[in-house]
Nanobody, 117 residues
Framework: QVQLLESGGGLVQAGGSLRLSCAASGSIFSINVMGWYRQAPGKQRELVATISSGGSTKYADSVKGRFTISRDNAKNTVYLQMNSLKPEDTAVYYC???????????WGQGTQVTVSS
């Protein structure tokens, strides 16, 4: 089992910045992928960014150049630095941890990000 604890959400004005953190604990494999997804009201959950334990990253086109995902493997923690925030970034942001064969996914409880115009 893996537990994920997210923090860092909140209310910010357009153009501002926030940093999300997600700390994983439990039975963590050295090879894994962690990432951030988001779900806005009335919309499906969508990928924001992912990062592998080796450091490979992937971003949604909508956040490229504004968001940066990073991780500290020693702390089993993934971060999402969000700059130049837009009202359309408003959503609940979820942390996801993927590991194992077969792959198994774990989700955090979500943290609200609200960007006011």
């Amino acid at each position: 089992q893996v537990q994920l604890l997210e923090s860092g959400g909140g209310l910010v004005q357009a153009g501002g910045s926030l940093r999300l953190s997600c700390a994983a604990s439990g039975s963590i494999f050295s090879i894994n992928v962690m990432g951030w997804y988001r779900q806005a009201p009335g919309k499906q959950r969508e990928l924001v960014a992912t990062i592998s334990s080796g450091g490979s990253t992937k971003y949604a086109d909508s956040v490229k150049g504004r968001f940066t995902i990073s991780r500290d493997n020693a702390k089993n923690t993934v971060y999402l630095q969000m700059n130049s925030l837009k009202p359309e970034d408003t959503a609940v942001y979820y942390c996801k941890h993927l590991q194992g064969v077969p792959l198994f996914e774990y989700w955090g409880q979500g943290t609200q990000v609200t960007v006011s115009s």
